[in-house]
Nanobody, 120 residues
Framework: QVQLVESGGGLVQAGKSLRLSCAVS????????MGWYRQAPGKQRELVAT???????YYADSVKGRFTISRDNADNTVYLQMNSLKPEDTAVYYC??????????????WGKGTLVTVSS
């Protein structure tokens, strides 16, 4: 069974930083794209950043220049470094991973989420 476990959320003042981590465990053949999404109260879940297996990255316009996504393929872990946090970054952050259970069989997995609260 594949599991994604996030950590690193919490309460922080505006302008400060937080680092989120997400570890993927279970029997998998490989991990393709990994990413972070977030859902603020009363809003739809939105993409924050993604990083495919080759290391290229994509960021939502709202976080460009402030957030950095990275991954450690040896540990099956993805990180989100969040700097210059703003109150509008307050949300539950979800980790996502597209995993190949065997060649040709891919599944989409989600973590349970970690709450980030930014106070003004």
């Amino acid at each position: 069974q594949v599991q994604l476990v996030e950590s690193g959320g919490g309460l922080v003042q505006a302008g400060k930083s937080l680092r989120l981590s997400c570890a993927v465990s279970g029997i998998i053949y490989s991990i393709d794209a990994m990413g972070w999404y977030r859902q603020a109260p009363g809003k739809q879940r939105e993409l924050v950043a993604t990083i495919p297996s080759d290391g290229g990255t994509y960021y939502a316009d709202s976080v460009k220049g402030r957030f950095t996504i990275s991954r450690d393929n040896a540990d099956n872990t993805v990180y989100l470094q969040m700097n210059s946090l703003k109150p509008e970054d307050t949300a539950v952050y979800y980790c996502n991973a597209v995993c190949a259970l065997r060649p040709g069989l891919r599944r989409d997995y989600w973590g349970k989420g970690t709450l980030v609260t930014v106070s003004s």
